[in-house]
């Protein structure tokens, strides 16, 4: 069984979850706390500077000590003289919420109902997987659109919809390795002892199927980061801060690929590689670490 | 009469994860033609890849290291392989392949996968082939019209049936057989029994049988070979081996065997210890550790297959003990 | 032996439906048939005794294993153990009836749970039926097994994956016996093993018996095995019993055709035994089973009788149990010598 020590140990084995869980703790960090690592939150008039607007990457500032301190500039600045590195730091946030909140939400709610409906069947098992189905086939992109455009509390309707669309893929995942996993023989070796039906897929099957769900939640994660940037770059985003989505909506908008200023582009652009990577590889390592046990 | 198989010094080494493994370890034996030669022993004693090394039929991650395969006069193991796959393989040499499922492909009709076969190898036109095609069925003992049927569409004894028809079709001069009758029920597994014989008696077939079952050797072969952890520990007619086995394994496995006598109730005595592995391999005998006579010498060095008496072959250093040394 | 009946299953039926395909379903069939896996099963097992249920592959034995250890429910019959019906227990005798009614199934690469260390799997009927109560109670019943299944206590901490096949059906073994129930079902509990280990296999299942007195049922397709192991055998054909008798009488004189065929069918070690084919064809499909006796297309001494009337199991001579029409005319001339 996996206890919490086995699992410390062996993940630290795992250089690809180890790298990955120090950007997301990056992350992390910048999304809890931004004004530790930033100076000038782009949400604050006062971080506007219009003298150094569109600056390229500089670290003179650092170095000479000039009337701004900080990273100011370490990135560049954009149009509005706004230093990007803080932008990127006061960006993080949204991102990584709905990174956990979706991955938390469709992990667990994907993971019960394909518990239930694999182990225990019948009609319940008909009734939650042609929701699942129905659930799959809402074309989701054009809805959040239309959803973000008439309500102004975003990040909550983002989060319930992608969950909304990821339980259901977890779900029929997670059934369909329930289901052979309980036709294998130490599943009617435990009931034939007597030990209750909660405690096999408690005991018995969650083991064996729970490596799955990690695999696919990093996919969903990764569909939920993509989302919500997609839906910022389309300019659909109406928090005063922003988010790294944002600064691309913004980038394009001034042009920056044709006046080559490239520093609007790229570290946004890297930022959400970099978390959607992070992500992956803390879940493949989870995974093979759980893969791990019993061989 | 020259025999028609001679393997001498056989050595098949795996590759598993990068490492080299010894699973056929040094194998002598002739045999004659229309006799049927019987290799036996547990799952993992190099029983399959050494009838596999004689088919040259291999995976990509063996090989063979040393030895001479002498069939009808010639070596296989100098031949160029696209020679052995026209003028050997199938034509001269056929394989009976253990689980009759996988061996043919099911979404082809079982007559036209015979069929393919036999224009594939000669230059036979498709009726003639056909027509061989339905001939070998009732050989074998299924109806001509199940040559249109479907893989899955045959039972267990039916596929098994038609694969000992498919390694007839060129009437080859050895056919070996893995496993055959391994996963059929009793009564077919008669069947087969009774099928392969009259192959042997009425026909004059020479064949290899690879079997974990001492009774399907019992029954059907004339001599036979007990491999244990890649050597043969034992060779011999089965009438002497199973009548005077020599080697404590053999003694061993005959008395764990349940086919025995039906008519008393004998009480069944296991081997202790665990088969042995490839991945770790014992110095010495391989049987040592398992082996009630073991003695100093059995856990230094390996005995060597030597004649106990006139055909009756075993690699025991206890055996040639208590038999005052051996007889040649 | 003890005479008294542990286990009594009377007239046990299950038949298993088939699904409808799609074609079907459009053209408004409303019956798809179904799978007759076990018809009309009866047999009984005494306490401490070895009952042998031989029959070869479709002949109903592992549904009929699964129907008493209640992972099925049967469409009709009765399964009576120590004088209750199972199908009919109070959630606290289905307790008991659990602890004492264990199975062992044929794959031991399937049946210990993958992601549980030889410990945890052994200590988990412990648990669930809260035997003893502290941690250090339990490992002391666990370290006891192991001695009995002779197995290395370093294997305790390892998952499945590292032992051999035989020490995990001894792990699977000394798992049902942890209990020491009164029954123990072992479903082809060697058929999967190197024959060298069978025999230790088999000969741990007899003195787990004889030091605990539980009745085994062994489940096999091999009737030499039961011949060696069992103290009764029922011999199964098509989810029927056709033949129940004391071991040595049912080997010694079988008075069914199918038995006779299964014996003379049966390879021997001896190079000048042959063995002989007594029945033609395969056994038949179980969705569609031959109507009367399931036998008859087979049998060579099938007659009119056998195609139109179902043969009944009968006690012919005391003690053993036929269903077949023919059995006094086909086998007693040869009881009496003439």
């Known amino acids: 069984m996996l206890s919490l020590r086995f699992f410390v140990r062996r993940f630290s084995k795992q250089k690809g979850g180890l790298l990955g869980l120090t950007i997301l703790l990056i992350f992390v960090a910048f999304a809890v706390y931004p004004p530790a690592f ?49 932008q990127i730091v006061y960006g993080t946030q949204t991102p990584v919420l709905i990174t956990f909140l979706s991955s938390a939400a469709s992990i667990l709610i994907g993971l019960l109902i394909g518990l239930l409906a694999g182990y225990f069947g019948g009609r319940s098992d008909e009734l939650l997987m042609r929701t699942a189905d129905i659930v799959l086939t809402i074309p989701l992109l054009p809805l959040l659109i239309i959803l973000v455009s008439v309500n102004s509390n975003y990040l909550l309707d983002l989060t319930v919809l992608i969950v909304l669309a990821w339980w259901a893929w977890t779900a029929r995942l997670v059934r369909s390795q329930v289901l052979s996993t309980k036709e294998r023989a130490f599943v009617d070796a435990a009931r034939v002892l007597g030990v209750r039906n909660f405690t096999i897929v408690r005991r018995h099957i969650l083991p064996n199927v729970v490596s799955l769900v990690f695999a696919t939640a990093t996919i969903g994660v990764a569909y939920a980061v993509i989302t919500q940037a997609s839906l910022s770059f389309l300019g659909l985003e109406n928090s005063a801060r922003g988010s790294w989505g944002t600064m691309l909506f913004y980038a394009l908008k001034f042009a920056s690929f044709s006046t080559g200023a490239w520093w609007l582009v790229l570290p946004p652009g890297i930022c959400l590689s970099l978390l959607v990577l992070s992500v992956f590889l803390v879940g493949n390592a989870i995974e093979s670490v759980i893969d791990q046990i019993g061989t | 009469m020259a025999p028609l198989l001679t393997v001498e010094g056989l050595r098949t080494t795996y590759t598993v994860g990068g490492r080299e493994v010894t699973v056929v370890n040094g194998v002598d034996f002739q045999m004659e033609r229309g006799k049927t030669f019987a ?59 253990q689980g009759s499922m996988s061996a043919f492909n099911p979404v082809i009709r079982v007559g036209d996968q015979i069929v393919e076969a036999i224009t594939h190898h000669e230059t036979a036109s498709k009726s003639a082939a056909r027509e061989r095609a339905s001939k070998l069925f009732s050989a074998v003992g299924i109806s001509e019209n199940r040559l249109y049927s479907y893989p899955h569409e045959l039972s ?13 079709a060129s009437s080859p001069d050895l056919v070996i057989a893995d496993e055959p009758t391994t996963g059929l029920d009793v009564l077919v597994q008669a069947q087969i029994i009774g099928l392969l014989r009259k192959l042997r008696d009425d026909l004059g077939r020479s064949m290899i049988l690879i079997s974990h079952d001492l009774s399907v050797v019992a029954e059907l072969a004339d001599e036979c070979a007990i491999m244990y952890a890649g050597r043969i520990v034992e060779m011999g007619s089965v009438r002497r081996i199973f009548g005077n086995p020599l080697h404590p394994y053999t003694m061993k496995l005959l008395g764990a065997f349940p086919g025995a006598r039906l008519e008393k109730r004998i009480t069944l005595v296991g081997i202790p210890g665990e088969p042995p592995s490839f991945l770790n391999p014992i110095t010495g005998c391989r049987f040592n550790p398992r082996c009630e006579h073991a003695m100093e010498v059995c856990r230094r060095e390996e005995p060597r297959l030597v004649e106990f008496e006139r055909g009756h072959f075993v690699s025991c250093f206890w055996r040639e003990e208590t038999s005052g040394g051996s007889t040649r | 032996m003890n005479e008294e009946v542990l286990l009594e299953v009377t007239g046990l039926k299950k038949h ?236 010694t004189n079988p008075l069914h055709p199918y038995t006779h065929a299964l014996l003379s069918a049966t390879p021997r070690l001896d190079p000048d035994a042959r063995v002989t084919v007594e029945l033609t064809g395969e056994i038949g499909s179980a969705a569609d089973p031959p109507a009367a006796c399931r036998l008859h297309p087979r049998c060579p001494h099938a007659y009119e009788r056998c195609r139109v009337e179902e043969p009944v199991l009968r006690e012919i001579l005391p003690g053993h149990y036929v269903a077949c029409h023919r059995s006094e005319e086909v086998f007693f001339p040869k009881l009496t010598g003439t």
């Open chain 1, 38 to 86: 930033a100076k000038y939150d782009p949400a604050d008039p006062k971080s506007y500077f219009v003298g150094q607007a569109l600056a390229p990457p500089s670290w003179s500032s650092f170095f000479q000590g000039s009337s701004r301190t900080g990273f100011y500039g370490s990135l560049g600045t954009d149009q509005l003289g706004r230093d990007v590195f803080s």
């Open chain 2, 39 to 97: 290799i036996a022993g547990e799952s993992g004693c190099g029983k399959t890849t050494l009838g596999l090394s004689i088919a040259q039929l291999l995976p990509s991650n063996a090989r063979i290291r040393s030895g001479k395969i002498v069939f009808d006069g010639v070596d296989l193991l100098q031949m160029r392989e696209d020679d052995f796959r026209r003028r050997i393989r199938w034509k001269k040499i056929s394989m009976v392949f």
């Open chain 2, 156 to 168: 267990g004894g039916m596929r098994e049936r038609a694969m000992i028809a498919m390694a007839l």
């Open chain 3, 16 to 251: 298993f439906p088939l699904e409808r395909s799609f074609l079907d379903r459009l053209r408004g069939k409303k019956e798809a048939g179904s799978v007759h896996a076990v018809d009309n099963v009866s047999f009984w097992v005494r306490r401490g005794e070895i009952l042998g249920l031989v029959g070869e592959s479709g002949s109903g034995k592992t549904t009929t294993a699964r129907l008493i250890t209640l992972l099925e429910r049967p469409d009709s019959g009765s399964v009576q153990f120590e004088g209750k019906d199972i199908y009919g227990l109070s959630p606290d005798d289905l307790k008991n009836f659990r602890r004492h009614v264990q199975l062992v199934f044929q794959n031991p690469y399937d049946s210990l749970d993958p992601k549980f260390t030889i410990f945890e799997s052994l200590e988990e009927p412990l648990l669930t039926h809260s035997v003893v109560r502290t941690k250090d109670e339990r490992r002391e019943m666990v370290h006891q097994t192991m001695k009995k299944v002779g197995v290395p206590m370093e294997a305790l901490n390892l998952y499945p994956s590292k032992l051999s096949g035989g020490q995990r059906q001894r792990i699977a073994l000394a798992r049902a016996f942890a209990l020491e129930p009164k029954l123990l079902i072992a479903d082809e509990p060697v058929s999967m093993l190197d024959s060298s280990v069978r025999a230790s296999i088999l000969n741990m299942l007899l003195d787990l018996r004889a030091q605990s007195g539980t009745s085994v049922i062994l489940i096999t397709h091999d009737i030499a095995t039961a011949r060696h192991v069992c103290d009764r055998i029922c011999v199964m054909y098509m989810g029927e019993v056709v033949e129940f008798a004391m071991a040595d009488e049912l080997v």
